[in-house]
């Protein structure tokens, strides 16, 4: 049975229903070396996003992936609360993301042993929790990977083989995608288990294809108001080059930024049914197509088999 890890535990990953497959409800982006829990008041984190998260659950949203790796702000006891509190299905991760939001070991560890913590986590739960991760969350720069960004895509790739979790890497630059997929598949991972994350940031439609066509998925997140016109066409696009399978929508929304009264100023996660439903519809494609998107592409996307 395929199932989706939750911060609650594992469901039946029919039991997913519409997610938004890459928001955050909080981030510390004050350093890997200087952020710890002692830094937010997971109270006031709560209160101020539990709001956020209802409006979801009032317009038919049932999962929610949380993004955010370690050394930025994860935090899955206040995930946990925010599930029991609104309903939602929330997912977390394992993995790390990008300097100078890496531990020092990052540095000096080898792919095998950065693998080695991640998949600890799978088998004994996240910061001294029973929470187990729900993706591997990474990141990559742009241009030419670095020496550091490679270790950890080799990383992230092993861990997947091990876990059977998906990698979600922040990535929004093609050749970047490129080489990160053929350290994937040196390892031996299906790509069918890689998203390449922030696609819509990938402005070569040729690349885009071309990530397709290797059997990656592509996610186009960061919809808002100013964007929901692109994210339309990039929708359009995977259905007339036949790719809409390998297609992920979110809006990278939310960030409680911690060190900002009362978190600064929060983003919120409803842009997809206020502003690109009603353009999707306008061209003609209806809320089966999003469906097909945000219910029967997340649970393959996510599914732990």
């Given at each position: 049975m395929a199932t989706i890890q939750t911060v609650l535990g594992a469901i039946p990953a029919e039991e997913m229903g519409f997610a938004l497959v890459h928001e955050h409800v909080m981030c510390d982006f004050i350093g890997a070396e200087a952020t710890t829990p002692d830094r937010w008041d997971a109270d006031e984190v709560v209160e101020v996003m539990a709001p956020y998260l209802q409006e979801l659950v009032d317009l038919g949203?049932?999962?929610?992936?949380?993004?955010?790796?370690?050394?930025?702000?994860?935090?899955?006891?206040?995930?946990?609360?925010?599930?029991?509190?609104?309903?939602?299905?929330?997912?977390?991760n394992t993995g790390w993301y990008k300097a100078p939001y890496l531990p020092r070991r990052a540095f000096e560890q080898s792919a095998e042993e950065t693998a080695q913590e991640w998949i600890t986590e799978w088998e004994q739960g996240i910061d001294g929790t029973d929470v187990r991760p729900g993706l591997i969350k990474i990141a990559v720069n742009p241009g030419s990977l670095v020496p550091v960004q490679r270790t950890i895509v080799k990383a992230a790739a092993l861990t997947s083989l091990a876990t059977g979790l998906t990698i979600a890497a922040h990535t929004g630059h093609g050749?970047?995608?490129?080489?990160?997929?053929?350290?994937?598949?040196?390892?031996?991972?299906?790509?069918?288990?890689?998203?390449?994350?922030?696609?819509?940031?990938?402005?070569?439609?040729?690349?885009?294809?071309?990530?397709?066509?290797?059997?990656?998925?592509?996610?186009?997140?960061?919809?808002?108001?100013?964007?929901?016109?692109?994210?339309?066409?990039?929708?359009?696009?995977?259905?007339?080059?036949?790719?809409?399978?390998?297609?992920?929508?979110?809006?990278?929304?939310?960030?409680?930024?911690?060190?900002?009264?009362?978190?600064?100023?929060?983003?919120?996660?409803?842009?997809?049914?206020?502003?690109?439903?009603?353009?999707?519809?306008?061209?003609?494609?209806?809320?089966?197509?999003?469906?097909?998107?945000?219910?029967?592409?997340?649970?393959?996307?996510?599914?732990?088999?």
């Open positions: 949203v049932r999962t929610f992936v949380d993004c955010t790796p370690a050394y930025i702000g994860r935090d899955v006891t206040v995930l946990q609360r925010l599930s029991r509190r609104t309903g939602l299905h929330i997912l977390s050749q970047a995608a490129m080489e990160s997929l053929d350290i994937a598949e040196e390892i031996g991972l299906p790509l069918e288990r890689y998203i390449v994350v922030h696609a819509q940031q990938i402005r070569d439609r040729q690349e885009r294809l071309t990530l397709a066509e290797r059997g990656a998925w592509l996610e186009y997140d960061g919809i808002d108001v100013g964007t929901a016109a692109w994210h339309a066409d990039l929708v359009c696009e995977a259905f007339e080059e036949g790719f809409a399978d390998q297609v992920l929508l979110s809006h990278d929304a939310g960030w409680y930024s911690v060190g900002e009264p009362k978190g600064g100023t929060v983003r919120p996660f409803a842009t997809l049914f206020s502003d690109l439903m009603p353009l999707l519809e306008a061209r003609g494609i209806g809320q089966d197509v999003i469906d097909k998107l945000c219910v029967a592409n997340a649970a393959r996307a996510f599914a732990i088999r």
